[in-house]
């Protein structure tokens, strides 16, 4: 039995938290919550290229390390606790995943050494309007190799160079590579609940749009990419879960209150040990998700349902009751608290609602149960 | 990651299983509240002790194996695979026996350990009291030295909720010796000999009908000052290290959310058949991650000590998951049966009234070997470091302590 990271997985954790405790304090996630131009940290992004970590999972072959998921993953773990603003999963989880999924050797040649250099910045650009994505979402249409249509929200959308499309195409949807830069792309940017991530509004009047994976596929390849990156997001969140508890448990400790350590009231104790009997679950959840992944096994989508539920409800658990231990000062500006609040929303939809992942996982149950 | 065994645990594991294939029992039988059963799980346990698959763990010069975790793990996984009988030894030789060895004298050792290890002798944990079940350190029941000078101890009280009592050869008993110094430092713990007429075992009518754990009264039981394990006064240290290998033995349970999709899709809703209803496929995707989360969670646990590490404090969760969990399964499930769900009739009711019974016996759940609130305590002060709470009852007497009565 072994069920855990291996020791160079763990140094690798290990580096990249002194690396981002380091390069990304918090006063650089206020720097960009701060500043309404900016919606990424640009110099942690050139940073974070250079360590290598975009090019983890991207074989050698075209540029990357040539490591695996589980690099991944632990990389992941950190930026999430990190708070991290850069756009590492649109360009790493979506884009990077999408080429590595359906991506024709010309397509993996053009982009993945890019991606791995830190030269291309990724977005995913699914959904049109509020609620689940179903076909019946996807209006935006390619014809000729045009493509025409409105996507919002698309994180970094604002500053990617390089968007996975999910569009129409003779009545069928599929996925499509569509460069930003060019004719026929007009990009607003949207305020959010999270400003320390970018989000666009993606109007596309006839840009120039080249099919990746099957035609037909695109609903199909759409999920499979939103499982992959559910496994990615999860460990993402089970970071900035552990952060806030961490951070819960400080104040707890160190905040008087009628002459005593809050911590030492069952109240907050409790509250503080559900917690991380979530976080502790979400982890293992997530763990699971990572081999499943790794290890292309028939589980993904089941063992990524459950990695992306647990650690969505952990995250948002831990940043509402990490600001309610803190008590009013939790509600200012100027504390902390808020940007795990704010950052356990921006996780916990941008690949989808936990809500609709349940069904998913409901549904994988029902056809595990008939098999 | 790699959930298949290494070649030693799989060669382990291969020799567990044939032995096992060609001695335990194929059949079920009867439990060990029943004499017969009793019997059987004697001669189970004798036979695993002589093959060396009793207490495995247990260093060598107690007559156990000297092995590592991860083999007590294996095996217990290939035991699990047969309809093996009750364990009436699991309290002795997981908790009792275990204090005996590290607080005991000489001669107990010599005298308790082989024959528990076989299944000779039975044990069990005479520690909550009416007055103090979550709070174990407010024992009552006193013992105090004979008159006669003999150094013996006179004890009287009661003890509550002792699983196997009416079996039992022998108990460790916290007992209150110094009344006058605070709580923790009065107390002292012995063996006893449940066989002795001075001790009234009998049982508790449990609000699920079953009668699985006892009330002890003792009237002047008279024991020799050298049943004495530990010194006087020490008897909260002692029982410490009894309560930590309990906390440790109690584990988890399954989610059922197997068994409430497949009761769903045979029953009407007015939303169509019960499978179809939103609220109960949310519900049963959260049972379904609790209790695979804490499946992964045992994998990590096992992981550890299948490299030879202490496993981490994630291994302190699965009661406080699973207690709730299957209150929940439960409640839900009787609810979708409807008005039908009153029924305990196992003849009439859905899956043998399956859902009634947990519904009954979850409450018990919550509580045993630490309440819900307690669990979490633990956590908050053992897991993350917070203060205790503000104690009323330190630095003071015991005598003096409010009772509330």
């Known amino acids: 039995m072994n069920f855990d990271f291996s020791d160079d997985q763990k140094f690798l954790k290990n580096e990249a938290r002194r690396f981002l405790e380091g390069r990304c304090p918090t006063s650089k996630v206020r720097a960009v919550l701060d500043d309404p131009a900016k919606s990424y940290d640009a110099d942690l992004w050139k940073e974070v290229a250079g360590q290598g970590w975009l090019g983890t999972a991207i074989p050698e072959a075209y540029g990357g390390l040539g490591l695996g998921h589980l690099e991944l993953c632990v990389i992941a773990e950190e930026l999430g606790r990190a708070l991290a603003p850069i756009p590492f999963a649109s360009t790493v989880y979506f884009l990077a995943e999408a080429l590595l999924l359906a991506g024709s050797e010309a397509q993996k040649q053009a982009w993945l050494p890019k991606i791995a250099a830190g030269e291309v910045i990724g977005c995913f650009a699914s959904v049109e309007r509020p609620g689940v994505l179903t076909e019946a979402q996807v209006q935006a249409k390619v014809e000729g190799g045009k493509l025409s249509g409105t996507k919002l929200p698309v994180t970094d959308g604002d500053i990617a160079d390089v968007a996975v499309v999910l569009a129409r195409e003779g009545g069928r949807l599929s996925l499509f590579l569509v460069e930003l830069g060019g004719a026929g792309v007009a990009r607003e940017t949207l305020q959010t609940l999270d400003p320390t991530r970018g989000v666009a509004k993606l109007t596309f009047s006839g840009a120039a749009a080249e099919r990746l994976g099957e035609a037909g596929e695109g609903l199909a390849l759409a999920e499979a990419l939103l499982e992959r990156a559910a496994v990615l997001l999860a460990f993402e969140q089970v970071g900035g879960a552990d952060r806030a508890l961490e951070m819960a448990k400080g104040y707890a400790i160190e905040r008087y209150a009628f002459g005593r350590p809050i911590g030492s009231y069952q109240a907050i104790k409790h509250k503080l040990a559900d917690i991380y009997v979530k976080n502790e679950l979400a982890r293992s959840s997530a763990y699971y998700g990572a081999w499943a992944l790794e290890t292309g096994a028939s589980e993904l989508p089941l063992a990524a349902a459950s990695a992306r539920v647990s650690a969505s409800e952990a995250y948002w658990n831990a940043a509402k009751e990490n600001l309610q231990t803190h008590g009013g000062i939790g509600f200012t500006w100027q504390m902390d608290c808020h940007l795990f609040y704010r950052r356990a929303q921006q996780l916990g939809l941008v690949a989808g609602g936990a809500k609709a992942w349940k069904e998913r996982l409901v549904q994988q149950l029902e056809r595990r149960n008939a098999a | ?405």
């Not at chain 2, 092995?67 to 290939?78: K, L, M, P, S």
């Not at chain 2, 409430?260 to 109960?280: P, Q, R």
């Not at chain 2, 399956?354 to 633990?378: V, W, Y």
């Open chain 2, 1 to 405: 990651m790699d959930f298949n065994d290494t070649p030693e645990e799989a060669a382990y594991r291969a020799k567990a299983r044939s032995w096992l294939e060609a001695n335990a029992p194929k059949r079920q039988g009867r439990d060990e509240e029943d004499p017969a059963g009793l019997k059987d799980a004697k001669a189970w346990q004798l036979k695993k002790a002589a093959a060396g698959y009793s207490c495995i763990t247990w260093p060598k010069e107690w007559g156990g194996v000297g092995g590592a975790n991860w083999q007590a793990q294996v095996f217990a996984q290939e035991e699990s695979n047969y309809p093996t009988p009750g364990n009436p030894f699991q309290i002795g030789l997981g908790m009792c026996v275990p204090t005996i060895m590290t607080s005991g004298n000489e001669a107990d050792k010599q005298r308790f350990v082989g024959p528990a290890m076989r299944g000779e002798e039975i044990w069990c944990q005479l520690f909550s009291e009416p007055s103090g079940g979550s709070d174990v350190a407010a024992a009552r029941t006193r013992a105090v030295r004979a008159p006669d000078g003999s150094g013996d101890w006179i004890i009287n009280g009661q003890k509550v909720w002792t699983s196997g009592a009416q079996f039992s050869d022998f108990g460790i008993l916290v007992t209150r010796t110094d009344p006058d110094v605070p709580k923790h430092k009065g107390l002292t713990m012995f063996w006893v000999d449940m066989h002795d007429a001075a001790i009234d075992v009998r049982p508790i009518h449990q609000m699920s009908g079953a009668s699985g754990f006892n009330e002890v009264y003792f009237t002047d039981l008279r024991v020799k000052d050298s049943q004495r394990v530990g010194a006087v006064g020490d008897g909260w240290r002692v029982s410490l290290v009894t309560l930590m290998n309990e906390r440790n033995a109690i584990g988890g349970g399954a989610s059922y959310h197997r068994q409430v999709m497949d009761l769903a899709s045979s029953i009407a809703t007015l939303a169509g058949s019960g499978i179809k209803d939103a609220a109960l496929r949310e519900k049963v995707a959260d049972w379904y991650v609790q209790a695979e989360g804490l499946r992964l969670t045992r994998l990590r646990t096992q992981t550890a000590l299948s490299r030879g590490q202490t496993p981490g404090p994630e291994a302190s969760i699965g009661k406080v998951v699973t207690a709730p969990l299957m209150q929940d399964v439960a409640n839900t499930a009787v609810e979708l049966e409807d008005q039908f769900g009153i029924i305990v009739d196992p003849a009439l009711a859905p899956l043998s009234a399956m859902f009634q019974a947990t519904l009954m016996s979850a409450p018990g759940m919550r509580i045993a070997g630490g309440t819900d609130e307690i669990l979490k305590n633990i956590i908050a002060e053992r897991v993350l470091g917070l203060p205790q709470d503000v104690r009323v009852d330190k630095d003071v007497a015991f005598k003096d302590i409010p009772t509330g009565r």
